[in-house]
């Protein structure tokens, strides 16, 4: 899971340089990578990686697609699409602001084969709304990436990673699956609508990143696990990767 590969600061943005190693050091090992579509198909390999970003920030366009495809990454950005073209202006967003990537981009990148999917339309905290409001932000991002890439867009994430079963439910009506940001791995039975990622933020030491591309991560993860689980007791949603 990315947000901004800049210099911005804060745990949503990696800097270019730490970016660059990061899928240098995923080429190296052989874990395959594979996009969100094949890596939930059946008979996808036990070992391989999805790459998403959430918030479609220019960034992404000018410093992270060159890097991946330099590497022949796929990889996933979950746009909000009622802030397209212009800058974050959420709650938690950074100052100063980082600007979002404009539809001309996005359509440009998604004829070079990058997935796009749905971030909402207005980036709210999903429970929140009513029933309503919900199905609007779901169903009205959908059509508008459809719309605007000509390509199917099925996969979805909750801003701040704020769902419930009656969310995920609604989701389902509109999407083939949803990723939150939940910390951890997709194992073969995930629910497909509560997909967990590992937040990248947590990686920018060469250390801990190669250990968990060679199989050996799992007691670093379930620390970083357990301090996300503290941490998220006491902060607001907005303040959450």
Avoid: C, N
Avoid at 49 to 59: G, L
Avoid at 68 to 82: E, N, W
Avoid at 203 to 216: D, K, S
């Amino acid at each position: 899971m990315y947000h901004s590969i800049s210099d911005a600061g804060g745990p949503t943005s990696i800097p270019p340089a730490t970016f660059d190693w990061q899928m240098a050091a995923l080429a190296a090992s052989g874990v395959p990578v594979l996009s969100l579509d094949d890596l939930l198909a059946p008979g996808a390999p036990e070992r391989a990686v999805a790459i998403t970003f959430d918030d479609a920030f220019q960034d992404f366009a000018r410093t992270a697609w060159p890097i991946l495809s330099r590497h022949g990454f796929p990889a996933t950005v979950y746009v909000p699409t009622g802030r397209v073209g212009g800058v974050e202006d959420w709650r938690g967003a950074a100052e100063p602001p980082r600007p979002l990537m404009d539809w001309a981009t996005i359509r440009t990148l998604s004829a070079e084969g990058v997935t796009f999917g749905s971030h909402t339309v207005s980036h709210p905290d999903l429970l929140s709304l009513d029933r309503e409001a919900l199905v609007e932000e779901l169903a009205a991002s959908k059509a508008e990436l459809e719309d605007r890439t000509g390509r199917a867009a099925d996969h979805f994430a909750a801003p701040y990673g704020r769902d419930s079963a009656p969310v995920r439910a609604a989701v389902a009506e509109h999407y083939r699956s949803a990723a939150g940001t939940r910390l951890g791995s997709v194992g073969a039975d995930a629910d497909r609508y509560d997909l967990p990622r590992i937040e990248m933020f947590y990686y920018t030491r060469p250390g801990p990143w190669q250990r968990h591309l060679a199989g050996r991560g799992r007691a670093y993860l379930g620390l970083r696990r357990a301090l996300r689980a503290v941490r998220d007791r006491t902060s607001r949603p907005w303040e959450r990767a």
